[in-house]
């Protein structure tokens, strides 16, 4: 099984910017599709972004499309989530995780992601 672990989270202004990352090691990065989901104070954890192990396709979340941009390194193993544009209701706490077959698995600690208004 993989181990992801996420990093770049912090504490941002409203309208700034911050990129998030997601290191994976242990089970092969590629071919596995890559996701970046977020859980905001008292809510369900919600899908955010997804790129598929050749990079060749996105698909965003309506609520991040045009401001969020998710790529990746598969030479480093690793995920991105840039973020731009923030709002306070894009704080939270923000996971990836690996899409095997039908199902996400392996999800990281997460880190988490603060906007002042």
């Known amino acids: 099984q993989v181990q992801l672990v996420e990093s770049g989270g912090g504490l941002v202004q409203a309208g700034g910017s911050l990129r998030l990352s997601c290191a994976a090691s242990?089970?092969?990065?590629?071919?596995?599709?890559m996701g970046w989901f977020r859980r905001g104070p008292g809510k369900e954890r919600e899908f955010v972004a997804r790129?598929?192990?050749?990079?060749?396709?996105?698909y965003y979340t309506d609520s991040v499309k045009g401001r969020f941009t998710i790529s990746r390194d598969n030479a480093k193993n690793t995920v991105y989530l840039k973020m731009n544009r923030l709002k306070s209701e894009d704080t939270a706490v923000y996971y990836c995780?690996?899409?095997?077959?039908?199902?996400?698995?392996?999800w990281g600690q997460g880190t988490q992601v603060t906007v002042s208004s």
């Open positions: 995780a690996q899409r095997v077959a039908a199902s996400w698995e392996s």
């Open positions: 242990g089970r092969t990065f590629s071919p596995y599709a």
């Open positions: 790129i598929t192990w050749s990079s060749g396709s996105t």
